[in-house]
């Protein structure tokens, strides 16, 4: 298992005089012979503080993912969490990430030429903000905690949106590992 963190962050935007800047991190769990699970992070500097916390869910998740074999229907499995606080009329700038699933593409990088082939991913987002943002950034750990994981195990629904083709894929046991491993 192979596990790469990449760290970007924003370019300052400045929104009505006051600067407001997002990080995004990446965390991969990648096994060869089974599904990839990606997490992608978009945090507010606000809540940039509970990143450990996060990340501690995170790879706990993926020490139950990369021992488990799902079928092979879906290679790789992306979710994109939003923990945002975007100024009153900014929303926009962070749309929800609505459920796909992409067979098989071969996507070019405009900027270097290379070629990025997907094969087999379903990807879907989370988006976290309002009372829910303010109970995850200033309340306890405990409670951010429970915020995240109650939201990550709404979000396994989104896995009931796969195409009716995909039959090699396991999602009730997955549902259920998850579950299971965030109500630990």
């Known amino acids: 298992m192979e596990i790469k963190y990449r760290l970007k962050l924003l370019k300052k935007r400045r929104f009505i005089g006051t600067f407001f800047c997002t990080g995004i991190f990446h965390l991969e769990i990648k096994s060869l012979d089974r599904m990839n699970l990606k997490f992608v992070l978009t945090i507010d500097d606000e809540a940039r503080p509970k990143t450990d916390l996060i990340d501690l869910m995170f790879n706990r998740i993926s020490r139950f993912v990369k021992n488990n074999n799902y079928g092979n229907g879906v290679r790789e499995l992306l ?9 009153e009329g900014y929303e926009h700038m962070y749309r929800d990430i609505k459920p796909r699933f992409i067979k098989n593409r071969v996507i070019t990088n405009k900027l270097t030429g290379e070629k990025i082939h997907i094969d087999r991913q379903f990807h879907y987002g989370i988006k976290i903000e309002g009372k829910l943002f303010s109970t995850f950034a200033r309340e306890t750990d405990d409670e951010s905690e429970k915020v995240l994981a109650s939201e990550i195990v709404k979000s396994l629904s989104n896995l009931d949106k796969l195409p009716k ?17 965030l109500c630990q």
């Open 79 to 87: 979710i994109s969490v939003q923990i945002i606080n975007p100024p």
């Open 165 to 181: 083709t995909i039959r090699d894929f396991n999602k009730d046991k997955f549902k259920l590992d998850i579950q299971n491993t």
